[in-house]
């Protein structure tokens, strides 16, 4: 196969891979709390062909001697946009949009047996009952435990009204009471390039050891004042569909001129195939 | 031997590496601060052609006399010669993320004059590039996107603290209350440098002299400056070459063919 196929192949590959992220941001463009994710190229290894060597060749040569040839182009990286989403009404006692960039809601997932603590922006909680009893808790919409100050935020069962304040703290009314059911705790990002997408709208860390960082370095508490959170409304996903449109077009002729390039060297073989 | 044979031969040899540099750069369309190769096509070297004949000199021996005419210089093929990137600054194009960063060319006071960031490689070794898609690594040193350091002005990796950093239009990253000055290198003469890949130069770099003006815009990026157009229908005029070159060869062939199977034939 010759030199202009497989650089055109190995780029359509990579086009392809953006394609797919382009896909997942149109995909997830109504999902609350999505970071869009953007994906940018890099050249691959160039390789030198020594060509013509002699010193008459090199005469006029603008260039230091050799040719150098590339071989493509790569996924440089794929990175999360942290930037805050519009923030829409939706009323609901239970929705909760953060307002800052690089704040998360903390969540408990279980995996395999074991328990972490995960990141998310989507603010859509609701009361799950729990086994055995009559407390409900606080839950994502997936099910997942919103960890408060104090573990999961576990409500007695009975109250008449309940209501999240836009300092995260939980009130509940029961008997013409109102006491405190938790504070919702919230987290800063300080190096948010790190968090990894976990599927479900959620985001983990990566084992801080290995870069040598302790929790408390990467994710540091927010104290909770007013203004850190929007009661009755919802982060809308912060895909820019006009923006994923034209970087799906531009991707998609990209890849058809690539496609081109192949058919081209498919041909020029063809001619070399007929000369006998 | 038909000498011709071979210059239709280098001709689609040279028709095949340009198409190799113009689907290079359509591959790398997408690739921020990719440069596009121009490839320039050479002759080879020059040669003198001499007639070599005799004369007869009419004398009662019958004489013969040795005589050599120049017929005139030839060319017997062509080749691409090298590559050389074009260096015109590309478009710039707003992501909005805060690592992502653009050169803006301003004047030089060489014709060939370009700046570049600054990165070490690998090995330990300092390049240049024009990719401004950084990102910030784990232990939250700026870096590309294949993870090299990317580099301040005494040549130090640039910790920013997180990817919440500030960066002005000359090149002073404000990280909480540091600040370091980006690395940027100036190459009087950028023909000279080499591509190594990864969007990598290598080449003698030196301090932007004070004449020069560049800008840095943060949360853009410097696109390819391939124009896919022209590469497209420069691709159709080569094909088109290696074509002719291939028609050529086989009208020599034929030729050939017919200088093994007529000539000498008994009627």
């Known amino acids: 196969m010759s030199r202009s196929m497989i650089q055109a192949a190995v780029t359509m590959n990579q086009l392809q891979q953006k394609l797919d992220v382009i896909g997942n941001n149109l995909a997830n463009s109504q999902t609350t709390g999505y970071k869009s994710r953007q994906a940018e190229f890099s050249s691959l290894l160039t390789q030198e062909i020594n060509n013509m060597t002699r010193p008459v060749e090199a005469e006029e040569r603008l260039t230091p001697d050799g040719i150098r040839v590339g071989s493509g182009a790569r996924l440089g990286s794929i990175m999360n946009d942290f930037s805050v989403g519009s923030i829409s009404e939706t009323g609901r006692a239970l929705d909760v949009a953060l307002q800052e960039k690089n704040h998360f809601f903390k969540i408990q997932v279980a995996e395999n047996g074991t328990t972490e603590t995960m990141y998310t922006r989507d603010g859509a909680f609701y009361l799950q009952p729990l086994e055995n009893s009559d407390n409900v808790m606080l839950v994502t919409k997936v099910g997942y435990p919103v960890l408060g100050e104090a573990g999961p935020i576990i409500i007695e069962d009975g109250f008449e009204y309940i209501d999240i304040r836009e300092n995260g703290e939980i009130l509940i009314r029961r008997d013409n009471q109102t006491e405190t059911a938790g504070v919702l705790s919230i987290v800063e990002a300080e190096y948010p390039q790190i968090l990894e997408a976990s599927g479900e709208n959620i985001f983990r860390l990566p084992n801080l050891a290995e870069l040598g960082y302790t929790l408390d370095e990467v994710m540091d508490d927010v104290n909770a004042h007013y203004g850190l959170l929007k009661i009755g409304a919802l982060e809308r996903s912060n895909v820019d569909i006009s923006k994923e449109m034209t970087d799906l077009l531009m991707a998609q002729r990209s890849y058809q001129m690539n496609a081109r390039t192949i058919t081209m060297g498919d041909q020029m073989m063809g001619l070399i195939n007929q000369l006998r | ?267």
Do not use: W
């Not at chain 2, 005589?67 to 062509?78: F, L």
């Not at chain 2, 232990?139 to 996107?145: E, R």
């Not at chain 2, 130090?156 to 990280?175: K, R």
């Not at chain 2, 209350?177 to 000279?192: C, F, P, Q, R």
């Open chain 2, 1 to 267: 031997m038909l000498r011709g044979f071979y210059t239709a031969a280098s001709g689609m040899i040279a028709q095949q590496r340009y198409q190799e540099a113009l689907s290079n750069n359509i591959a790398n369309a997408n690739t921020p601060g990719y440069k596009a190769d121009q490839s320039t096509l050479r002759s080879f070297p020059e040669m003198l052609m001499e007639q070599t004949g005799s004369k007869n000199i009419p004398t009662t021996q019958g004489l013969n006399m040795p005589v050599n005419r120049t017929v005139g210089p030839i060319n017997t093929g062509v080749y691409v010669q090298e590559m050389v990137p074009n260096f015109v600054q590309g478009d710039l194009r707003e992501t909005g993320i805060s690592t992502d960063i653009a050169l803006i060319n301003g004047t030089f006071p060489d014709e060939m004059g370009n700046i570049f960031f600054t990165v070490q490689d690998e090995n330990g070794d300092v390049r240049l590039t024009r990719n401004g898609n950084f990102t910030v690594d784990g232990q939250g040193y700026l870096v590309t996107s294949q993870g090299y350091y990317v580099l301040d002005q005494n040549e130090d990796p640039i910790q920013t603290g997180g990817s919440e950093f500030i960066i002005s239009e000359d090149g002073v990253l404000l990280a909480g209350a540091d600040e370091t000055t980006l690395g940027i290198s100036y190459v009087a003469n950028a023909n000279e440098l080499e591509k190594e890949g990864n969007g990598l130069f290598n080449g003698e770099a030196e301090d932007v002299p004070a004449d020069a003006t560049y800008e840095i815009q943060q949360g853009f990026l410097e696109r390819s400056n391939v124009d896919s157009m022209q590469m497209m229908t420069q691709m159709m005029g080569s094909y088109r070459m290696f074509e002719t070159n291939q028609k050529v060869l086989k009208a020599y062939d034929e030729s050939m063919g017919k200088a093994v199977t007529e000539i000498g034939r008994l009627a």
